[in-house]
């Protein structure tokens, strides 16, 4: 089992990120994937998620209209396009499938840190 994500950073409001995850074909193949996120002192949710082919996304509604999810099925990738962040999108980024399972493994995710 391989979840391996990237891309997170240090960044001033209204900037941007790319976040790009790696998951192993037991993991990517076949299911809906999705962005998760961990803000400090909160539970992990679900940002957004997109469906095996690619043609369903899912986004909590913070994040509408800023952050595109989008997955590569050749090379096992899903990335997140966010855009317009805010304080509010500080935390650290995992990916995994969605639904996920309660006893899943989980990567080491990125830190998204959003300053004012």
């Known amino acids: 089992v391989q979840l391996v994500e990237s891309g997170g950073g240090l960044v001033q409001a209204g900037g941007s990120l790319r976040l790009s995850c790696v998951a192993s074909g037991s993991i990517f193949s076949f299911n809906t994937m999705g962005w998760y996120r961990q803000a400090p002192g909160k539970q992990r949710e679900l940002v957004a998620d997109i469906s095996s082919g690619g043609y369903s996304t899912y986004y909590t509604d913070s994040v509408k209209g800023r952050f595109t999810i989008s997955r590569d099925n050749a090379k096992n990738t899903v990335y997140l396009q966010m855009n317009s962040l805010n304080p509010e999108d500080t935390g650290v980024y995992y990916c995994?499938?969605?639904?996920?399972?309660?006893?899943?493994?989980w990567g080491r995710g990125t830190q998204v840190t959003v300053s004012v």
């Open positions: 995994n499938a969605s639904p996920v399972r309660p006893s899943a493994y």
